[in-house]
């Protein structure tokens, strides 16, 4: 079983300015993904950054970035020099590996995320 | 490529009546999954498809719901009777489980269904 922590439901950053959404996972597999979807306004949903937990090194994107802390089950998103495109609602998600899974994606609760001009 | 194709994009209709939702995956996608989002529960798995055989519907709410996928490019989510607590957005998403066999295969998401009903 998986699940995922938003405690976050809202976020504010100044333009140009640097945020960090939080979340936490927790799973009884031993190899997962992590991922970060954004959800603007148009409704789709879209894959910001992934993460192989088996791989040490925080995956980075451009501006966005993860802190990955695997022993704290925890896998924050950092954006840099927000822009007003960033606005949208954020998901963190997790989906085991193995290959038993339904390959489903497991959602945390989304942190609508404000940027000011 | 144009991606995953649901419609309609807005349904709104009254308690008892009949609802289908519509997907189009991508061309060459094998797995299909159907998705619901509301406020209370957040994105749920409702089933998911594989090779257009039903792998795991065991998110499917009630038997009110079905969903099936005739062939590789169509896909439906019915609800027969519709009720007001089911309203919610409905997503579709479709990846290639072949060719990113080894790896992970990206999730593709549609726009979604926001589904009303009175």
């Known amino acids: 079983a998986q699940t995922v922590t938003q405690s976050q439901p809202e976020m504010s950053v100044q333009e140009a300015e640097t945020v960090t959404l939080s979340c936490t996972y927790d799973t009884s597999e031993s190899d997962y993904y992590l991922f970060w979807y954004k959800q603007p306004p148009s409704r789709q949903m879209i894959l910001v950054i992934r993460?192989?937990?088996?791989?040490?090194q925080n995956a980075t994107e451009n501006r966005f970035s993860v802190n990955f802390q695997k022993a704290a089950k925890s896998f924050s998103l950092k954006i840099s020099d927000s822009q007003l495109g960033d606005a949208a609602m954020y998901f963190c998600?997790?989906?085991?590996?193995?290959?038993?899974?339904?390959?489903?994606?497991?959602f945390g609760s989304g942190t609508q995320l404000t940027v000011l001009p | 490529d144009a991606g995953v194709i649901q419609s309609p994009r807005h349904e709104v209709t009254e308690m008892g009546q009949e609802v289908t939702l519509r997907c189009k995956p991508i061309s060459g996608h094998n797995s299909l999954f159907w998705y619901r989002q509301t406020m209370m529960r957040g994105l749920e798995l409702l089933i998911y498809?594989?090779?257009?055989?039903?792998?795991?519907d065991s998110g499917m709410p009630e038997d009110r719901f079905s969903a099936k996928m005739p062939n590789a490019s169509f896909s439906t989510l019915k609800i027969q009777p519709s009720e007001p607590r089911d309203s919610a957005v409905y997503f579709c998403?479709?990846?290639?489980?072949?060719?990113?066999?080894?790896?992970?295969?990206?999730?593709?998401f549609g726009n979604g269904t926001r589904l009303t009903v009175t």
């Open positions: 998600a997790s989906r085991p590996l193995s290959s038993g899974s339904a390959r489903q994606l497991t």
């Open positions: 993460q192989e937990a088996y791989k040490q």
């Open positions: 998403a479709s990846s290639d489980t072949v060719k990113y066999s080894k790896t992970d295969p990206p999730l593709h």
């Open positions: 498809f594989n090779n257009n055989v039903p792998i795991d």
